[in-house]
C-alpha cells in the first residue's frame, strides 16, 4: 500500500530533468491519483507544462494528460477534464480497461457525448464549421468498441444521444437483431429528446424494418404501430398498408386495427381518404380496411364483448341505493356514476329502469348527470344512441319545451350522445346534429351539454366550423354555457398547438369576469398543446406567470398534457416545485396529480416521488398524490401504491378520503384475491363507508366512484392511459384530464369512461367473422377469476330458548332408564331403528369413503368438495373471454389449433427502472383485437352469433316522471294532511 510519502516521492520526480523519469513518475501518479487527488492537484501548473514540453515523447504527453484530465475530474472540473482526456489518446482509451476507473470513464464520456451533440447542433443550424476530430474519434472508438464487445443497446443509445443515426442503421446491420429497432424506439419516445429530433429519428427507424408477414407472426407489428401512431403522417402510413395488399392482408387488418387504438381522428381520417380504391381484385380488401379505420368495427366488437361478459353485481348497487340518500344530490350524483362505470359499455340499463322512483328523485344538475350515465353505460353503441336518447334529446328542431327541468334532461342528453359517439363523431351525422343543437336554443343548459357532447365526439377532428360554432357559444359570456364551450374548443382542435386559437382562447380568459369561463379554456388550452412537448413552452410560461390562479392551474396542465408520457425529467421538475410553492392550494394539487401524465408509463416510479407528497401539512397536496398513485398505477395492482392509499383512507380531512378511495377503486380494477392482498379489505371498506351515515358526505362518494371503478365495465375493463401496442392512448388521457374536474364539476367525471379498456381476446378470421375456438391460460383458473358475488344479508331467525330441567328431575330419569334396561324394555325416550324402505340403497362406509357422501333422497353421489381436488395449472377459453392485462402473458394458442393470430399475443419492451437504466421486460400489451390465420380452411367454420342488440320501447324506458322530473318534485304541490284519529280496540286484543 502506498504511504502519503511515497506519493511525495513519486512527485517529486516530475522535477527530475531526466525525461524517462518524468515519464515514470506520471504514469505512476496516474494509479494514484484517487487516493492522492489533493496533493497532486497542487503540481497542476508543472503536469500541464510537461503535456505542453517537446522534450517529452508522445506516451509521456498522453500520460501528462490523462493525469491532468483526472485531477480535473476529482475538482468538479469536468469540461477541464474533458479537454485533457480528448488529448489524451491512446491513454484514455486504455483506461477505460483499468480497474477501479470505471466512474471517471463513464462521467468523462458522457461529458464527450453532450459536448457532442452540442457541436453537431451548431453545425447543423449554420453556427459553428466543423466538429473537433478527436472528440469525433472517441465518440467512434466508444461505438466501435460497444459493437466488438456485443453490447449493442448500450452502442444504440450512445448513437442516439450523440445524433449519429448512420451508427444505429451499421449496429442493426451488424446485429440483424429487429428488437434493437425497438429498443431505439422506446429510447427516444420515452426520454427527453425533442420533438422534431424525436421525428427525425422515428422517420429513419421506419425503412429499416422488415417487412410485415403471416408466416413469422410479425413480431414487430406493435413496434410499428407506434412510430406510425406517433408520427401521425398518413403518407408515410398508406405505403405500408398497401404493401401488404394482397398478398398478407390479414396482417394488414391486423395492422389497421391496432392503428385505431392510439390514433387520432384525423389520422385514421387521412389514411381512409389515402387508400387507394384498387382494382377488381383488392377492391374488397381496400373498402374493408376503410371500415376498420373508421373506428366504429372496434367499437362494436368490444361492445358485443362487454355485453356477453357483464359480470356487474346487481346487489353492491342495491347496497349503495339503500344506504345513500337519493335526495341529497350527491349521493344521487354518488349513485349515478357507480352504476354508470360498473355497466359502461355494457348497454345494461336494468338498475335505471327496476328503479325508476329513485331516478325520478334527480332534480336540476343530478338529472343531467343521470341523463348523461347513459352516454357510459351505451358507449359505442353508435347504431342505437339516438333511438336510446330519444325521449331524452331536445324536441321540436331544439326549441325550449318550456316544461320546468327539461333542460336538464335535454342538456345531459346532448353530453351523453357525444359520450357514445366519443372519438367517432367527427364527419358523422352526429357531429352535424350536435352543432344544430347548439345553435337552435338559447338555453344555458342545453347549450352547455351540446357544447361538451361536440367536443366529446369531435375530439381531435379539428372541425373549423365546430370550432367557429363554439367560440360563439363563448362570445355569449354566459358562465354554464361558456364553460362547456370552453372545454369543447380545446378538445375540437387537439394536439394542433394552433397559435391563433390558443391566442383567442387566452385573451378571452383574461378579459371574462367568470371563473367557470377561465377555467373551461385554461384545460382547453392545455388540451390544444397535447403532446407537443417543447412546441408548448412558450404558452405554458405564460400560463404559469399569470396571477389569476385559474390561468396558472392551466398552466400546469398544459404542461402536463404537453409532455404526457415522455417522463421529461425539466417537466418533473418543475411540476414538483410548483407542488411545494405556489400561494394557491388548487394549483399546487394539479401540480401532484399531473405527475401522473408525465409517469404512466412507469407506474413502479410513482409511488416513490409522492411517497413524502402524501405525507405532506397541506391537504390539497396529500390529495393530489392520492389521484396520482390512482391515474398512474391504474390497473396495475402495485402493492406500494396500496400501501401509501390505505392509510390515507383515514386521514383527518374528507377530500383526502375520497380521493384515496377513488385512486384505490382504479389500482384495483381487474384485480382478483388471488393476485392482491388488498382488494377483500379494500371492497369491505368501501361497502362500510358507504353504509355508515355518520361517515362524511365527501368520503362516502370517494367510495361510491372507487366501487365502480374497481368493478368498471361489468367487471371487464381496466383503466389505462396507453394503448395495447405501447402508444399514449389519446381517448384515456384527455378523458383522464376531464374526470379530475370533478373537483368542480360533477358532470365531467363521466369522462373516465374514455380510459376504460376491454380487456379479452377477441379473434377474427380472414372475412372479419369471429370463429369458434379456444386458447389456453396456463395458469391457476383461480389466479384472475372473476370476484365472487356479493353474498345477501341473512335473515335474523328467533329461536326458541332450551327450557330449564330441575337437577331433581335429571335424577329421576336416570333412575327411571336404569331400571328399563335392567328389565330389557325398550323405553320411548330410546332411538329406534328406523326400518329399511325399498328403493333406498345401502352403502357400506367403504364406499362412503371411496366415493363421497350419498344422497338421502335418491342414492346418488354428491360432489367432491371443491378443497379435495388439486386446482388445475391451466384451462380452456373460448373466443370473446376475459383476459386481465396480467394474464396476457400467460396465454397460448393450441400448435395444432385451427386458428392463429397473425401477431404475438403479448410482446417485450423495454421500460426505465428507477434508476433511469432501460431494460428489457415482458409487456402484457397484446390481446384485444386479433385477426387469425385459417390453418384449416377448407373445413366449414363455425362462427359465433352475435346477440341482438335489444332496445327497450321509449315507454318502457322513459316514464313521464323521469322525463318532467319536476312532476316527482313538485315545490308547489300542497302537503299531504296528517291521517285521520282512529281509537285502538284494546277489548279485543287476545
Known sequence: MVSQSSAAGVLALLQEPEPLLKEHALKSLNTLVPRFWAEISEQIELIEALYESPELPK??????????????YYLGEYDEALSFALNAGAAFADEGRTAGAEEYV???ISKAIDRYVEERSKVSSGEGDKIDAKLQG????ILNRCIQDGEYKQAVGIALESHRLDMIANIYHKAND??????????????????????EILKFLLPLFPPLSVTDRSPHVHALTRLLVTLSIPDLTVPLLTSLVPKEKLVAYQLAFDLVEGGAQDFLE?????LPEGDEETKPIYDRLREILGGQESVKLYLEFLKRNDKTDPLILKHSKDFLEARSSMYHTALTLQNAFMHAGTTSDTFLRENLEWLALASNWSM???????????????????NILGPYLPQDGGADSGVPGAAYSEGGALYALGLINAGCGSGRQVDEYLRNALKSTQNEIVRHGAALGLGIAGMGGKNTEAYEELKQTLFDDSAVSGEGAGYAMGLVMLGTADAGCAEEMLMYARETQHDKIIRGLSIGLAFIFYGRQEQADKMIGELLGEKDPILRYGGVYTLALAYAGTGNNAALRRLLHIAVSDTSDDVRRAAVTSLAFLLFKNPSQVPRIVQLLSESYNPHVRCGATLALGIACAGTGLQDAVDILEPMTKDVIDFVRQGAFIALGMVLVEQSEASSSAIASVRTSYNKIIGNKHEDPMARFGAAVGQ????AGGRNVTITLQSRAGTRNTSAIVGMALFCQFWYWYPLAHCASLAFEPTGIIGLDGDLKAPKFEFISNVRPSHFAYPAPMKPPKKETVTKVAAAVLSTT?????????????????????????????????MKSTETEKHGDVSPLTGSLSNLAESTLPEPTFERLPNFSRVTPAQMIHVTFPRDGRYQPVRAVSTYRTSKTASGLVTGERYAGGGGILILNDQKPDEEPDYIEFTTQAVPTPAERTPESVRRPHIALDENAPEVGPPEAFEYPFEDDA
Open 59 to 72: 506516451s509521456a504527453h498522453d500520460a501528462a494528460a490523462l493525469l491532468a484530465s483526472k485531477v480535473y
Open 368 to 386: 343531467f348527470s343521470a341523463t348523461a350515465a347513459l352516454g357510459v353505460i351505451h358507449k359505442g353503441h353508435f347504431n342505437e344512441g339516438m
Open 138 to 141: 472517441i465518440i467512434e472508438s
Open 106 to 108: 463513464e462521467t468523462v
Open 178 to 199: 429487429v428488437g434493437l429497432l425497438s429498443y431505439a424506439m422506446d429510447a427516444v419516445l420515452e426520454t427527453g429528446f425533442s420533438l422534431s429530433y424525436r421525428d
Open 708 to 711: 365502480g371503478f374497481i368493478d
Open 270 to 274: 387521412g389514411l381512409r381518404t389515402k
Open 810 to 842: 335429571a335424577k329421576a330419569k336416570a333412575r327411571e332408564r336404569k331400571k328399563a334396561a335392567a328389565e330389557g324394555e325398550a323405553m320411548d325416550t330410546d332411538e329406534k331403528e328406523k326400518e329399511k324402505k325399498d328403493g333406498d340403497i345401502e
